[in-house]
């Protein structure tokens, strides 16, 4: 790649997204090991023969030194400020509001907190829609606090906001409707009430999350069943989508416009006002930039180099905001198009040769019409093939990294539902753009059949994927860590390499015979692992730690119904039970308590029974009745607390290093001493009252659809990564 736009942008991006992830540790190695190399080429002259080398080591640097200026005098300096303030706070609601989880969520631009004007971004949380429009300036009393997760960062928000009273206390002072991104909303709207107006519920939510990116308005089960078949990036705004709707402007507008650069200024303006509709989310950004270039070299009549404008595409995003990486979908959104600009051209001629085209000669006219349009369509599901494998070899180790799992069935659900999703997208937006113009307002019923429709068959199609055995695989073997190193190893040398399908080929079963032998070597081991399991029980909890010396039942709290089938859970993963623990007084924790003692011979049994008596099913060892907080040593390797609140037990579980909150149902977080709010993992099974105190970097809700749903509503500012029980049972090793 001896492009220097690309080689700059890509490299920023890279090292920005290392250092973001891995911490200031990772911005010093790098910064050291670049500033080295800087040296090295300007002390040599054999050095500078090159420009490309030193430009990759002098951005490397730029781009660790950009990041630790500003973590230590933007983001901390702006969370040291105003963390723990209350206080009245005026500002401009500058986006729609999202519903997440059964809750609003209100970005707000303040104008002064407190006595000091300041401009900054603030995420409020609010259970109920507030009466303001987008730009409308509010004042509000607002308690703030730290974001933890990472998707608000991504817009340059580092503080949440929630109501310090049971009513909120806000009023309207002025508005700002004369701004574009005021009009932008608008339209936004109106394209929403005429997608509401005039399709199902199922096909209005599909379709306001393909056409303007409106994804929470898909319900739990849909987007999880698009995550299970790994079509997910099918339903958000991206590339694919800016490609698609701007080449049909571009055709329209060449039908009203003959000369070039009338309608490629038009062209320039939709993509504008479109990623102004969506959002101006870091990917749309991105895909918005790369189609910008294209109509540029469209209008001096050169084509644009895909690098070049993938590389602009990354400073543009990064520039105002080097946090915009902790987007997981960006980071997605730019290795799979660079993947598929590197490959995709390479496995399509690769696959063409081996296909046998019908040759033009010797056909009458119709015959010959026909044979054009076979082999046509062969080259283009040959390149939707190519297109597909290639950006699946970067989201396999992506997804795996972030989320600990990964689609088996990817590559064929994306080639199946490439068509159905596309004209779904492009019939869509002929149905919002005819459906305010008088006249032509009579074919919207033709229109709406169609998306119904394809509606139908997509998410069928969908649900199919995703109900598939092993579609969706969870990876939480520790060998994974170094399998991806592997894989980032081999990738950067096939890219270095020439033949590049053979480089493929060769790389391909080097890294499935290691993950093959990585897979047995870690069920080996497993046998000497500290696993933490999650089970799947429906309506309550089931959490149970595992060691090479002893199985603890650290809770077991489930209707009747589902008693035995989590008991039978354990069966599969135990021989023994040598600990358990019952926390609640309820019903449903007796049952489940008496249940797991026909099973096993327990040796140990933590009972809080204040109302009842338990009679056990089996024989149970010693049987601790404690009336204030707890300490257990289960071994060398784990240490269980139990404090008692007023809201009930709380777990604390402190294992190889991991610590693990386990939550009773509705806990105020405010009862939770400090140094227990901030764990490695945090398990609950319904939202917590002030959930905003606490912090993780794992969720898990064990519960039904529910019920997460509603506990997932502060997902964004308390974790980076949620899972669900609903998804199927959660293993977590603890240490290897």
């Known amino acids: 790649m001896k492009r220097l736009i690309a080689q700059i942008g890509l490299t920023y991006l890279s090292v920005l997204s290392v250092v973001f992830y891995f911490g200031n540790i990772a911005a010093y190695v790098i910064g050291g090991v670049s500033l080295i190399f800087i040296l090295i080429f300007l002390a040599y002259e054999k050095c500078r023969k090159t420009i490309y080398l030193p430009v990759i080591a002098s951005v490397a640097l ?4 950009v990041n630790l200026t500003y973590t230590a005098f933007v983001y901390e300096k702006t969370v040291d400020k105003y963390e723990n303030f209350s206080g009245k706070v005026t500002a401009t609601l500058i986006e729609e509001p999202n519903n997440v989880y059964g809750t609003y969520q209100y970005m707000f631009k303040t104008k002064t907190l407190g006595d000091t004007k ?9 259970d109920e829609l507030l009466a303001i429009e ?47 991104r005021y009009h932008a ?53 991206s590339g694919m989508h800016f490609s698609i709707l701007a080449s049909g402007f571009l055709l329209l507008s060449q039908r009203f416009w003959q000369k070039r650069h009338i309608f490629v200024v038009m062209c320039v303006l939709f993509i ?52 915009s990486v902790s987007d997981v979908g960006l980071i997605l959104s730019f290795a799979s198009t660079f993947s598929i600009i590197k490959f995709a051209p390479i496995l399509s001629a690769k ?42 070899i970067v989201s396999l180790p992506l997804s795996i990294a972030f989320f600990g799992a990964t689609s088996t069935v990817s590559i064929i659900s994306t080639f199946v539902l490439h068509l159905p999703i596309n004209l779904l997208l492009i019939i869509t937006f002929a149905l919002a753009l005819v459906y305010y113009i008088p006249v032509v307002t009579l074919i919207t019923p033709i229109l709406t059949l169609c998306i119904e429709l394809l509606t139908y068959i997509s998410l069928w199609l969908v649900n199919w994927f995703a109900s598939l055995p092993f579609s969706y695989v969870t990876v939480n073997n520790g060998f994974v860590y170094l399998w991806l190193i592997m894989y ?14 053979q480089a493929m080929k060769v790389c391909a079963l080097s890294l499935a015979m290691v993950f093959l032998a990585g897979y047995i070597t870690s069920g080996v081991l497993s046998l000497n692992t500290s696993k933490l399991n999650v089970l799947d029980v429906d309506d309550g909890t089931a959490v149970m730690y595992t060691d090479s010396d002893i199985s603890a039942v650290l809770k077991l709290d489930c209707n009747q119904s589902n008693n035995y089938l989590a008991v039978d859970k354990i069966e599969r993963m135990t021989n023994s039970v040598d600990f358990c623990s019952s926390v609640s007084d309820t019903t449903t924790s007796v049952n489940s308590l008496y249940a797991l003692t026909k099973a096993f011979a327990i040796s140990d049994v933590l009972l809080y029974d204040t109302r009842r008596s338990v009679e056990f099913g089996g024989k149970v060892g010693n ?28 777990i604390f579980l402190k294992a190889r290093g991991c610590t693990t909150l386990i939550l009773p149902p509705f806990i105020d977080a405010r009862n939770i001493p400090e140094n227990y709010r901030t764990a490695d993992y945090i398990i609950m099974n319904n939202n917590p009252i002030n959930s905003g105190l606490l912090s993780c970097d794992t969720l898990i809700v064990s519960n039904c659809d529910d019920h997460s749903s509603k506990i997932m509503k502060f997902t964004d500012v308390c974790c980076n990564r949620v899972l669900l029980t609903v998804d199927g049972d959660i293993e977590i090793v603890l240490e290897v």
């Open 272 to 323: 504008l006002l479109y990623m102004a509709v969506t959002g101006f989310s870091p990917s749309v950004i991105r895909s918005g930039v790369m189609l910008l270039v294209c109509c540029l070299g469209l209008s001096m009549a050169r084509e644009p180099f895909s690098e070049n404008s993938l590389g602009l595409a990354a400073i543009v995003v990064t520039i105002t905001n080097p946090y």
């Open 62 to 65: 730029l781009a660790c030194v």
């Open 134 to 180: 987008p730009f409308d300036v509010v004042e509000m009393e607002l308690e703030l606090y730290e974001i933890k997760g990472n998707s608000a960062l991504s817009k340059k928000c580092f503080l949440a906001g929630s109501f310090g009273f049971d009513e909120p206390m806000y009023k309207t002072v002025e508005s700002e409707h004369w701004r574009f």
């Open 185 to 237: 909303i608008k339209l936004r709207q109106k394209i929403r009430s005429a997608l509401k107006e005039s399709l199902s519920d199922d096909a209005f939510s599909l379709c306001s999350a393909l056409l303007i990116g409106d994804k929470y308005a898909l319900s739990d089960e849909v987007r999880n069943n698009f995550n299970k078949a790994g079509v997910t990036h099918l339903i958000v705004v």
């Open 488 to 501: 980032a190893v081999l990738f950067v040398m096939m890219l270095l390499c020439d033949n590049k399908i």
């Open 351 to 392: 696959f063409c040769s081996r296909i046998k085209f019908i040759k033009y000669k010797g056909y009458n006219k119709i015959t010959l019409w026909l044979s054009k349009k076979y082999n046509k369509a062969i080259r283009g599901l040959v390149g939707i093939i190519a297109m597909n494998i290639s950006a699946f």
């Open 118 to 126: 300041d401009s900054i971004k603030i995420l409020v949380i609010n």
């Open 623 to 650: 049987v601790i009745t404690p009336s204030d907080d707890f300490t257990v040593e289960l071994n060398d390797n784990a240490r269980v607390n139990y404090l008692m609140t007023d809201d009930g037990y709380i």
